[in-house]
């Protein structure tokens, strides 16, 4: 049985002011991201810490209770050999309209918190709650994307399987689905694909078909699994552009799984870092979306990250945060 209690906080530390830095043209800045006792973000009223940078409310940030909050989670599996710790206490929280993405190196347990944020695994520890349910299960509250081409049912047109949950899941009638469908389809570019068989689409184009369909659930959040990993390097950038169009116009709320930084980055509007195996929360970055790719900030970005995650001096920055309440970055 899962434990459903709710566990202090996890460590690491919360990255405000690094934007400021290297928006600056340096890798440091000058404000501290405050910390509370128990070793997690905590609230804090709101200051400036920069152009368009605030303070935010705890890890959700803005008012009121977040979409998603994930608390204090451990997960496990079993492999034929040893019992894996994926993910080691990791909390955050996610709010209505976010392009979150959890960042993080092979086999930091990333793509596996997304899972149990979708319900197909249970905390071994700690919860995860959607408006305040606990998540006990799939539901149609939540959509995944994964990043194999073979999600989609071959014996159904596009039209068809972006109609298939809306039909199961959400008991629609055939015309109201269908017309959905077809809304969503044309969001995605595919109109003229719409009575294709998946097995003439190309990689990119299956994606879309796949973004689709779980966009025309309507779901408060959609969960992405690395969903460009597969496509080549031009497709694989059309695709972010896709979909940052896509959220442009409908504001969804999107947990976006990646192992690149400058996917990240380019995707995000807050980003959570976590450690190599078993994953801990290493930093957690917000208003990513302030970042310029033209003026050196994005670069600068990436390497700070970088060093957040794979260096010993990022090591050493987040245990400094630990042992005083504040980090400079």
């Known amino acids: 049985m899962a434990d459903q209690t709710r566990p202090a906080a996890p460590r690491g530390m919360l990255v405000r002011d690094i934007l400021d830095g290297v928006m600056e043209g340096g890798a440091t800045g000058g404000s501290a991201a405050r910390r509370g006792a128990a070793g997690g973000p905590t609230a804090a009223a709101a200051a400036d810490l920069g152009p368009g940078t605030r303070v935010m409310d705890g890890a959700a940030g803005g008012s009121g209770a977040p979409l998603l909050d994930v608390q204090g989670v451990t997960l496990r599996y079993k492999t034929p050999s040893s019992l894996v710790t994926a993910t080691h206490r990791v909390s955050f929280q996610v709010r ?3 392009r979150y993405v959890v960042l993080g190196p092979s086999g930091c347990g990333k793509s596996t918190m997304l899972k149990a944020v979708g319900g197909y695994m249970r905390p071994d520890e700690g919860r995860i709650t959607i408006k305040d349910r606990v998540v006990t299960g799939p539901g149609a509250d939540r959509m995944m994307v994964f990043q194999e081409f073979d999600q989609l049912m071959p014996w159904k047109t596009v039209a068809e399987n972006v109609m298939f949950p809306l039909l199961a899941a959400r008991g629609m009638g055939r015309k109201d689905a269908a017309a959905r469908a077809g809304a969503y389809i044309d969001k995605v570019g595919l109109t003229k694909f719409r009575d294709s068989l998946p097995h003439t689409l190309s990689g990119g184009m299956k994606q879309r078909v796949a973004i689709a369909r779980g966009m025309a659930m309507e779901p408060d959040i959609l969960l992405m699994d690395e969903p460009f990993a ?3 390097a031009l497709t694989r950038r059309r695709m972010q552009d896709e979909l940052l169009q896509l959220w442009a116009d409908t504001q969804f709320t999107v947990m ?3 192992h690149s930084i400058a996917e990240a980055i ?3 509007n807050r980003i959570l870092l976590l450690s ?8 957690e970055i917000d208003g990513v979306d302030r970042i310029n790719p033209t003026d050196g900030s994005a670069a600068r970005l990436e390497a700070r990250i970088h060093e957040l995650l794979f260096t010993e ?4 920055d987040v ?3 630990e042992a005083v309440g504040a980090v400079h970055v």
Request: hydrophobic share 35%.
């Open 96 to 98: 209505r309209g976010d």
């Open 230 to 232: 597969a496509l080549d």
């Open 256 to 258: 976006f799984v990646t």
């Open 266 to 268: 380019r995707i995000g």
């Open 276 to 283: 190599p195996h078993p994953g801990r929360v290493r930093a």
């Open 313 to 316: 001096r990022g090591a050493e």
């Open 319 to 321: 245990d400094q945060a």
